[in-house]
């Protein structure tokens, strides 16, 4: 089943078209939508690390004592 989203993005490419297919078939990729498919997936997994390290930073801020006798 492909993904809407993808599908979306290579027909919107209009003349770009070429040159993402000439980087897809360099980075070795077999098709458009392979490569697509793997940068979204890498956005989303970027993302998703960035909330988690916002939150890690959160969580010691919490724990720490307003004064710093202690």
Known sequence: MQNQEIVKIIENLGGRKNYEEKRASKLGFTSLYDYF??????????????????????????????????
């Open 37 to 70: 498919e793997d940068k979204i997936s890498k956005k989303q997994k970027a993302i998703e690390d960035e909330q988690k390290e916002s939150k890690a930073e959160e969580q010691p801020k919490a724990n720490q004592k307003s004064c710093g006798c202690c």
